[in-house]
């Protein structure tokens, strides 16, 4: 005879947490998801916070329940705490807020449980969730579930399942106040980066150039980097890396995804493994790589210009670029395969491309056909994800 699993509430604060959250339960309670976030603003990415968990509890198979959006009801709860710090007192009327709904909902409807979410995040408190659990069980006459999910790498658990399941990953937790907080940081990182950009742009150490250019083009926080090899003359004459032939190859593969050039720049940190013009090589044509002194030379401008941008996606245009970055042995047998690496202390995804100049000089393919396409398709898939 099977024994009824009793039946949980669970407040969902965004699609990544839920997933650890039902997997660790499922299999003792009966879970129904209830979204309940009426602080996120703006309405945009309460929706897309929304249509995320929508498409988990489908994916996980669990039913959810869409609470209403009573922003005014919350800011009206949290008035004169605007300036509250994060995981201050504004948080935790944030937190009450919320789980006070859920209970409610979860006596009206008959559940044995309620519980949430919001311990999976290392920035939550569990011993505030735990306190308001306790205090709104015996108001509603519901058991609340005191698990605190970040135990056991339930967070570590949730960053695993957002990546298989391709889940958007919020920067912000989501009121108005922790959204201009987040746009403070990133303008203070923009600052720095440009202090930087300036020092970079000055930089002589390879001294013998006739043309000392420092050729690059980004800012700070980009979600894709794209790295080539060193500028050639168009790059040289225009200020801006991929602007000669070999850059219209390469916009063209964006294009044939649905990007446009521009849309690209504005998003991604551009760069070279060396950033100054090598002059022509032996055979008198553009394409002269860059010498082993300018490589050692640019190598840390290189780390720099990767901490600043932070990317989540990493473009290896080429078997120089490749090399620098993932080693001796790599190259353009790693065209078409879906790498995942920590570099220079960050976790990233890499994709490495075939150099569109030499595509463009030799229209055969240097590597082959399947294999090409199988990299454009994972180039397409990396930047729905990012972009
Ligand atoms: S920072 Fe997060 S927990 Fe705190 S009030 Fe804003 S949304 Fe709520
Ligand atoms: S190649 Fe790099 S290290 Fe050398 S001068 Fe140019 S920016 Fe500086």
Excluded at 358 to 366: D, E, I, S, T, V
Aim: with cysteine; glycine share 8%; hydrophobic share 35%.
């Amino acid at each position: 005879m099977s024994v009824r699993r009793p039946r949980l509430l669970l407040h969902i604060c965004c699609a990544p947490d839920a997933t650890s959250v039902f997997e660790r339960l499922k299999d003792r309670f009966e879970v129904t998801g209830l979204f309940y976030n009426p602080q996120i603003e703006p309405m945009e990415e309460y929706e897309r916070r929304l249509a995320e968990t929508k498409r988990v509890a489908e994916a996980m198979g669990f039913e959810l329940i869409v609470g209403s959006y009573d922003l005014d009801l919350w800011k009206e709860a949290t008035r004169g705490l605007e300036t509250e710090p994060e995981k201050g007192r504004r948080c935790e009327v944030c937190y009450l807020f919320r789980l006070e709904e859920t209970a409610k909902v979860a006596s009206e409807k008959g559940f044995d449980y309620f519980t949430s979410t919001l311990s999976v995040s290392p920035h939550k408190s569990f011993d505030w969730l735990q306190g308001m659990g306790q205090a709104l069980s015996a108001k509603y006459g519901v058991k609340f579930l005191a698990e605190d999910f970040k135990k056991d790498e339930g967070f570590k658990r949730s960053l695993e399942w957002s990546e298989k399941l391709h889940l958007y990953r919020q920067d912000y937790c989501g009121c108005l106040p922790s959204s201009e907080a987040r746009k403070r940081v990133l303008a203070e990182q923009q600052e720095s980066y440009e202090q930087f950009a300036a020092d970079l742009r000055a930089c002589r150490t390879c001294e013998d150039f006739l043309d000392p250019a420092v050729i690059f083009e980004g800012g700070a926080n980009r979600p894709l980097m794209i790295i080539g090899q060193a500028p050639g003359r168009h790059e040289l004459a225009s200020l801006r890396p991929f602007s000669g032939p070999a850059g219209r190859k390469l916009w063209s593969w964006f294009v044939d995804l649905g990007y446009e050039e521009d849309y690209i720049r504005a998003n991604a940190y551009i760069t070279a493994v060396a950033k100054c013009y090598p002059g022509l090589g032996p055979s008198g044509k553009d394409d002269a790589p860059p010498s082993s002194r300018q490589k050692k030379n640019c190598l840390p401008w290189l780390e720099a210009e990767f901490s600043h941008a932070r990317p989540k996606l990493l473009v290896l245009i080429g078997s120089i670029a490749a090399k620098t970055i993932l080693g001796k042995d790599a190259g353009m047998k790693l065209v078409g395969e879906k790498i995942q690496k920590r570099i220079w202390g960050r976790k990233v995804f890499v994709l490495v491309m075939p150099h569109s100049s030499g595509l463009n000089r030799w229209p055969q393919m240097p590597v082959n056909k399947p294999r090409f396409e199988r990299a454009l398709a994972l180039l397409g898939e990396e930047l729905k994800r990012y972009l």
